[in-house]
């Protein structure tokens, strides 16, 4: 077999491969008794039909289909000869078989670009000054205190006579939505709570006494409209509810004693500095993403390049296939939010450009700088995950082996390894963003 390989473009080439004759004449005969075996044709006992007939009746089908084993089985071979890894599966552009006669095709086919980066050193790259967002602060200790907040039975002698938000009521419900029965047993309902077993449920407790426990209460109600399933919309509400159980939040309050109860810091102040810090820390990490991000948008324009087709249809692809899997644990799909695939892969070409651009331009500079990830490094890094996940090292690597998420993890310590030398070898300024500058007023602008 020969072979010459043919640039078109920077992201597509073409081969020319040539099978000899006596390399595929037995191929091109054996098709031939194959197909003798199986025809029927009037006249002809099985296994009797002449091959000159044969050859006239199916030979151009027989022909297309051996060409195409041909193919299917030289392509990477032969683009292996010239170091040359394909992106796409060969369309086809020219190839007949003819008996006596050497089989020659050729084939175009996607590549990578070839990218010799340039002027990625020395640049200037600003990174925002990390913050402290007090409400985040806040969210982390409401998280704390909703973790630590307890159900209890109401006591005997509580002051209160009815009940009210965040209690949480166990109930029997017996009756119908509409034409639809309904009949829960155990039914758990947190007033306030928006996550109700019918829509406007919980609302029905209103005036109900902390006295009735252990009654059945009539409910008879209109759910509201917006967000009900198409086949409910105007139907009431029916119901016989038993009223089995109730019980109460308590809130712990965010005191000192809170403090030691999350067994974190000994007291409020301790643990708003704490997570003062922690959030400052998180948002440095975020700063310094968002600088990096900055630098490789600078490098792109500075090397630019068009990415092979293929490349950005599969990342986009995966990308709305994750979203697919995102909206699938909310029980959603596309048609749930007024969507399409096709749509909303329309919507992220863009970042599936980028992102295929910053992959192929980071890995150039990768090579031309001899970045990689040794052994020792990658199993010091599976070390660590396995610790975090409470894991055996070598179960993991293991594991990780078999679902090639080992092949993920040292591309993005090589990535990070990239980045590091990036910035290393830029000059880094720590301003805020321009929008900060703007909303802090004139006299702070330069």
């Not at 019980?247 to 102040?269: I, N, Q, W, Y």
């Amino acid at each position: 077999m020969e072979s010459q390989l043919e640039k078109i473009s920077a992201v597509e080439c073409r081969v020319r491969v040539t099978i000899p004759w006596n390399q595929l004449e037995g191929r091109f005969h054996g098709k031939f008794k194959e197909l003798k075996g199986r025809v029927r044709l009037p006249g002809f006992r099985p296994g009797k039909v002449p091959l000159p007939m044969l050859e006239r009746l199916y030979g151009s089908s027989v022909r297309q289909e051996l060409a195409r084993d041909l193919v299917q089985e030289t392509f990477e071979t032969a683009v292996g000869q010239h170091d040359t890894t394909p992106l796409t599966k060969p369309v086809m552009e020219s190839g007949n078989i003819e008996r006596e006669r050497d089989f020659t095709y050729t084939a175009r086919f996607e590549v990578a670009p070839s990218i010799e980066p340039t002027d990625y050193t020395g640049l200037e790259v600003r990174r925002r000054p990390s913050v402290t967002d007090e409400s985040k602060v806040q969210a982390r200790l409401d998280k704390k205190q909703a973790e630590l907040t307890e159900v209890q039975p109401i006591p005997e002698d509580s002051p209160r006579k009815n009940t009210q938000d965040g209690d949480i009521w166990t109930v029997d419900i017996v009756g119908k939505l509409g034409a639809q029965d309904i009949n829960i047993k155990e039914a758990r309902v947190e007033l306030g709570s928006t996550n109700e077993v019918i829509p406007g449920f919980g609302a029905q407790f209103a005036e109900v006494a902390l006295s009735e426990v252990g009654s059945t209460k009539t409910m008879n109600f209109m759910p509201p409209q917006e967000g009900l399933k198409p086949e409910f919309l105007g139907q009431e509400a029916a119901l016989e509810v038993a009223l089995r159980e109730v019980r109460e939040k308590v809130v712990p309050e965010l005191d000192d004693e809170f403090a030691k109860d999350t067994g974190e810091a000994e007291s409020m102040k301790e643990l708003r500095a704490k997570y003062g810090e922690e959030v400052s820390e998180e948002d440095e990490a975020e700063a310094e993403r968002e600088a990096r991000l900055r630098l490789v948008k600078d490098i792109l324009g500075r090397n630019d390049f068009d990415p092979a087709p293929s490349m950005i249809d599969r990342e986009v692809a995966a990308q709305v296939d994750m979203y697919r899997r995102q909206l699938a644990q909310q029980g959603l799909d596309f048609d749930a939010i007024g969507t399409t695939p096709v749509a909303m892969a329309d919507q992220m070409r863009p970042q599936a450009s980028f992102n295929v651009k910053a992959f192929l331009l980071l890995d150039a500079i990768g090579k031309k700088e001899d970045i990689d990830v040794s052994d020792d490094e990658l199993s010091e890094e599976i070390k660590e995950l396995a610790t975090e996940r409470n894991q055996n090292p070598e179960r993991l690597r293991a594991q990780m082996e078999k679902s090639q998420e080992i092949i993920l993890i040292r591309a993005q310590m090589r990535e990070e390894r990239i980045l590091d030398f990036l910035m290393g070898k830029s000059t880094v300024t720590e301003a805020p963003d321009p929008e900060a500058e703007a909303e802090a007023g004139p006299e702070s602008t330069e």
